[in-house]
């Protein structure tokens, strides 16, 4: 009986040692339960914070961006001198040039070029297309009136060699405007008339209105809307 009693004895206390095993691991899943909630918390804030800052950061961008867009205003992008044409004074050359080529009334009384040159990068090689000459008008009138008139002008040749001539847009603006190649592309098959609006955005004349389209997405979907996809 004694011995009965002894085994009872030591099972309880067995019993007793695993419920406190029992209430310990049920106190350390509590702390990690709530440990876990707190790491989610704070996940969830440094989520919620580098969003934000990535969002100020795009917005900064596109101020820069912006910034650098209107500092080029009053620029121009000449394509199709061949290299060495300017002789060492590009400012001087396409003075020159646009002086004996645009019709009279074109440009204003003022007109000048404030500097010009090559974009940077070394000489092209023989047959290759050379590189644009970046000018700064010192008017954005005088500027402005030049591309309006090259729109409806002839084709502007040197020695033989089509100029083109285009606005003056940072990297990450002329990337954006090239987005739209196959809107346009859509447009020029359906003999709708476009024009690209600063920085970039479509002006559309469809049916006698004007539609503007804010992105290529936007644009491809008005195509399609209107079955012009």
């Known amino acids: 009986m004694a011995d009965l009693s002894g085994k009872v004895s030591a099972v309880q206390a067995e019993t007793t040692l695993i419920r406190q095993d029992i209430n310990n691991v049920r106190e350390k899943v509590k702390e990690l339960q709530e440990s876990t909630v707190r790491l989610n918390r704070e996940v969830d804030s440094v989520v919620s914070k ?3 800052v990535e969002l ?5 961008k596109e101020k820069v961006i912006a910034l650098e867009d209107r500092s080029r205003r009053s620029n121009l992008r000449f394509i199709g001198f061949p290299e060495g044409s300017e002789a060492g004074n590009a400012t001087n050359f396409i003075r020159e040039w646009l002086t004996s080529v645009t019709e009279i009334g074109v ?10 040159h090559r974009i940077p990068g070394g000489k092209s090689i023989p047959g290759a297309t050379p590189r644009a000459i970046l000018a700064k008008f010192l008017s954005q009138r005088d500027r402005d009136a ?10 502007l040749t040197y020695n033989g060699n089509s100029i083109q001539i285009y606005p ?16 346009k592309k859509r447009l020029i098959s359906a003999n709708i008339k476009y024009s690209m609006m600063f920085p970039s955005k479509l002006r559309v004349i469809y049916g006698g209105k004007v539609q503007f ?7 491809l979907s008005w195509l399609e809307r209107e079955g012009l996809g």
């Open 50 to 52: 580098t969003q934000k």
């Open 168 to 183: 003056d847009f940072s990297r990450d603006t002329q990337m954006k405007r090239r987005e739209y190649s196959e809107v």
């Open 146 to 155: 030049l591309l309006r008139w090259k729109r409806n002008a002839q084709e």
């Open 56 to 60: 100020e950061v795009a917005q900064l």
């Open 107 to 116: 440009l204003s009384a003022v007109f000048d070029i404030e500097r010009a």
């Open 213 to 219: 389209l804010n992105n290529p997405i936007e644009g």
